[in-house]
Nanobody, 126 residues
Framework: QLQFVESGGGLVQPGGSLKLSCTAS???????IGWFRQAPGKERERVSC????????HYADSVKSRFTMSRDNGKMTMYLQMNSLKREDAAVYYC????????????????????WGRGTQVTVSS
């Protein structure tokens, strides 16, 4: 059973940085994995994703050049380095995996991911 434990959320000032971690109970290298976020009153959206098929990384336009997703297969952990944080980045961040499809371009919607972490809160405020 694939399970996730997220960490690294917290309070940060605008312009600051945070690094989120998500450790899995099984190896991740065979799945498409992603980070999502959900702000109050908004739909959950995909922030980034790493494809299993070719290892490519995808980012939402709103976070390109500011966020970097990576994974450490040996530690069964994925990361989200978030720099130059803005107030609109505040949300609950979730890690997720799709164990049935391998290309992030084919699975942009949250309901297409079948395993989820519980989420970690990121607050951006001065």
């Amino acid at each position: 059973q694939l399970q996730f434990v997220e960490s690294g959320g917290g309070l940060v000032q605008p312009g600051g940085s945070l690094k989120l971690s998500c450790t899995a109970s099984v190896p991740l290298e065979y799945y498409a994995i992603g980070w999502f976020r959900q702000a109050p009153g908004k739909e959950r959206e995909r922030v980034s994703c790493i494809s299993y098929s070719d290892g490519s990384t995808h980012y939402a336009d709103s976070v390109k050049s500011r966020f970097t997703m990576s994974r450490d297969n040996g530690k069964m952990t994925m990361y989200l380095q978030m720099n130059s944080l803005k107030r609109e980045d505040a949300a609950v961040y979730y890690c997720a995996a799709n164990t049935m499809r391998s290309r992030c371009a084919d699975i942009p919607r949250n309901h297409e991911y079948n395993y989820w972490g519980r989420g970690t809160q990121v607050t951006v405020s001065s």
